[in-house]
């Protein structure tokens, strides 16, 4: 048991390691000039994709559930956590501020996450899916015609830009189909530290799943997955299990969703659609299914990489289809897990012959 807790030990603070060596990496490139502007503003987004990618893999790898309501978790949170900054942009400091907003953005789709997972999670594989998508589809188009401005006499809510009264003085923050702007503009001397922030954010992401998972609840999480009437006949309250898994990867997306809102001066919310769902499952199943570290270096490499490809103009896509091909024969093809498999053989049985000498 020591050995094991050894080795998962070792494991968490590989992945650590690793997001710490990339963001040294880009800050060293970005000092000496040698990052374009590109590349600068690809960063922040990358952050986002990131955390959502691995709050995700706790649903889809280690909960074994297809959830495509991801788009819809990070777009309550970042409407609710936008909504905040600009209602309390006069009272409070910038920095406890956007600290404040993330954690509401965190909360909001946390809360939505058990209103939606009490129902959806009795039902399994494509009916599970098709609810979340349709989840995901009704927060957008709800938000789609809502309005919100707040005055003197407070916050108030309309379906409609006429049946928004507002008193003289009074600012409309969001717009139904316009969004919300100018919310980057809140934190304008920030600017220059939010792919900081989105790391920070990132490790935060990847202990609170990787301790989850490595946890008693853990366990029984991945046993609900592995069997759930085994599950059942030893007393694990299978629905309990998958909640939380479902409750704290919502929270986690609320928490991308957060970041992203606060990176644009525009946010509109159209971009939450089911392709954004979609987009992330695709990190998640190429990075690797309950593998956290597969899923940041499979969100790097896709999301950076069309942008990367565009000089190449009408090969840009093409090359891009090859290497998600490439990607997904190397970590499912049964002929590439046996080779991994003799390499990873080959390489212990290696370090043993050194270690003996």
């Not at 992330?280 to 593998?291: D, H, K, R, T």
């Not at 090859?322 to 390499?343: D, E, G, K, Q, Y």
Request: charged content about 10%; some cysteine; overall charge positive.
């Amino acid at each position: 048991m020591k050995k094991k807790m050894n080795k998962t030990s070792k494991d968490n603070f590989i992945t650590y390691l690793m997001v710490l060596v990339i963001f040294a990496v880009v800050q060293t490139l970005s000092a000496t000039g040698n990052l374009s502007n590109l590349l600068t503003g690809l960063l922040v987004p990358l952050c986002v994709y990131i955390i959502a990618a691995v709050s995700l893999n706790l649903v889809v790898g280690f909960s074994g559930e297809l959830s495509l309501g991801h788009a819809g978790f990070m777009c309550v949170g970042a409407y609710s956590s936008a909504l905040f900054s600009h209602v309390a942009q006069d009272s409070i400091p910038a920095v406890p501020r956007l600290i404040i907003a993330i954690l509401i953005g965190a909360a909001v789709a946390a809360v939505f996450g058990v209103l939606i997972g009490i129902p959806v999670l009795r039902l399994r594989g494509d009916y599970l899916a098709i609810v979340t998508l349709a989840f995901g589809e009704i927060i957008k188009n709800l938000i789609n015609i809502l309005y919100v401005g707040v005055d003197e006499n407070g916050i108030h809510v309309a379906t409609s830009s006429a049946g928004l009264q507002l008193a003289p003085g009074g600012k409309q923050i969001i717009k139904g189909a316009l969004g919300i702007s100018g919310t980057a503009t809140l934190y304008k001397g920030m600017k220059g530290y939010f792919f900081l922030i989105g790391v920070i954010l990132i490790l935060v992401t990847l202990f609170v799943v990787q301790n989850l998972v490595n946890s008693r609840s853990g366990r029984a999480i991945m046993s609900t997955r592995d069997n759930r009437i085994a599950a059942e006949s030893v007393g694990i309250s299978v629905t309990k299990y998958k909640l939380l898994a479902f409750t704290v990867s919502a929270a986690l997306a609320g928490v991308a969703g957060v970041l992203y809102a606060h990176n644009l001066s525009m946010l509109k919310v159209s971009i939450f659609d089911y392709n954004l769902s979609i987009m992330i499952l695709v990190y998640v199943v190429l990075g690797g299914i309950g593998n956290l570290r597969g899923s940041v270096i499979a969100t790097i490499i896709l999301y950076a990489l069309p942008e990367l490809l565009r000089g190449f103009s009408t090969y840009r896509m093409l090359i891009y289809a090859i290497v998600l091909i490439a990607m997904m024969l190397f970590n499912w093809a049964p002929a590439a897990r046996n080779w991994r498999s003799r390499m990873l053989e080959k390489i212990k049985g290696n370090k043993s012959k050194k270690e003996a000498a």
